[in-house]
Structure formats: structure tokens, C-alpha cells
């Protein structure tokens, strides 16, 4: 699959993107020239002004019925909070885990254009202890086998007991101990989608974002390194 684009909107684009999701409209060039001062010196017209006014591109937001909107906007808070950290935010990642395993939840949204893939994402077991495919809580401690929540940093792929994987690094208190915890993504078995037709929910991680194994080249080439994952239950 071809990747889509590495260019980073600037803090002003991020701005502009969150103001579009939560409904608000770009004023096209044509209105913004409108609201020029009447007073203003007449003038020949040049070649220029004789051009089609392209109206300024309005960003399109993802349908709520894949992302509520609380939701979105706590990520967008965080990928604010973190603009320093997060040095690409043209896409980023939400885990929804307010929905069950047998759902995707894992939700690749394009900020730029609005659209949206959704995978599937297995959840830790000391999230789940009685596996009903519900997250029940979070845990940033060594040893739980929970998933953590907040914003994490796309680091760099290695290759370990899971095969390829992707590093994270814990933004928030809530999940600062991410990278000493080794929550990665990687690929996994009980999170394929025949798991749904036999058991009806994913297997559970240890606390990663594990993916269906067929899915992996795939996330990573959504996700690349140095964009953010959101999870939460909201």
C-alpha cells in the first residue's frame, strides 16, 4: 500500500483541523476579500484578480458513528497538549475502549480529509480478568497486564517475542510507564478476526495494542512513527 503523506500541519493547522471537527466552517478567500474595508483606493485590475478565487479547503469531520464526538475532542485536547512531542499530526490513532473487542475500535483518522479506517485491538487481560471482551479498568503499573490510557508516542519498530513491533512512549501520568512496561504494537493471533467466529471477542494482550497479524503491515503504514495514540474510555 502506497503511504499517504509524512507533511506535519504547523500548531495553526491543528487549530484550524479541531475547529472544523467540532462544526466550525473555513471562511473561503471570496468572503474574507468581501470583508475588506469599503474605504480602501480604488485600483486597475491586474491579471491576477481576473483568476478564479479558490475557496480555502474545508476539512471534512469523521462521521460520530465512528468516533463520538467527546471523544474526538479529548484527542484533539491531547494532541494539543502534546504538540511538542508529537512531531507529525496530520493522522492520528483513537483506541475506543468503551467498545468491546468484537467491535473496531482502534480508529486511523485522516485530520486532513476526515476519513477514517477502524481495525481491530485487542485489550490487556488485567484490564479484563474475567474476559467478557469489555475493558473494565486501566492500570499504569508494572505487573498488571492492564492497557493504560492517554496519549502515547509512535517510537521505532524492533523485532521481539511478538515478531515486529512498535514502540511506544506514555505522554501522560496515566501511562508513563509504557516503554519500561514494553506496551507496544504488534501482531497477534487471538486478535484475528476468525476469533470472533469461534470464541466472539479477542484474546487478551498483556497490556499492547495488539492487532490482527494480517493487519500489521498495514497499522504501521498508517501509524509511522512520530504520530499519536489516543485511548480511553469515555
Not at 473494565?136 to 492492564?146: D, E, I, V
Request: aromatic letters at 6%; a positive charge; proline letters at 5%.
Amino acid at each position: 500500500m502506497a503511504k499517504l503523506g509524512e507533511t506535519a500541519p504547523t500548531r495553526r493547522g491543528l487549530l484550524k483541523t479541531a475547529g472544523a471537527l467540532a462544526g466550525a466552517m473555513i471562511i473561503p478567500d471570496a468572503v474574507s476579500a468581501a470583508m475588506r474595508t469599503a474605504d480602501a483606493r480604488p485600483r486597475a485590475l491586474t491579471p491576477s484578480d481576473m483568476a478564479p478565487v479558490r475557496p480555502a479547503p474545508r476539512i471534512v469531520p469523521t462521521s460520530p458513528r465512528v468516533v463520538r464526538p467527546e471523544l474526538m475532542r479529548q484527542a484533539l485536547a491531547a494532541l494539543e497538549r502534546h504538540g511538542d512531542s508529537i512531531k507529525l499530526r496530520d493522522r492520528i490513532v483513537i483506541a475506543d475502549f468503551s467498545a468491546p473487542s468484537s467491535q473496531r475500535r482502534f480508529h486511523f483518522i485522516d485530520l486532513i480529509s476526515g476519513k477514517s479506517v477502524s481495525k481491530l485491538v485487542a485489550h490487556g487481560s488485567g484490564s479484563d480478568p474475567g474476559h467478557t471482551g469489555y475493558l473494565q479498568r486501566f492500570s499504569n503499573l508494572n505487573g498488571s497486564n492492564a492497557s493504560c490510557e492517554g496519549a502515547f508516542l509512535a517510537d521505532n519498530y524492533y523485532v521481539g517475542k511478538h515478531g515486529k513491533s512498535q514502540r511506544l512512549i506514555g505522554l501522560d501520568h496515566t501511562n508513563n510507564n509504557a516503554l519500561a512496561r514494553a506496551i507496544v504494537v504488534h501482531g497477534a493471533w487471538y486478535s484475528n478476526e476468525d476469533m470472533l467466529r469461534t470464541h466472539g471477542r479477542l484474546g487478551r494482550s498483556q497490556g499492547c495494542f495488539a492487532v490482527g497479524e494480517r493487519e500489521l503491515a498495514e497499522v504501521f503504514d498508517r501509524l509511522g512513527q512520530g504520530r499519536m495514540i489516543y485511548a480511553a474510555k469515555v
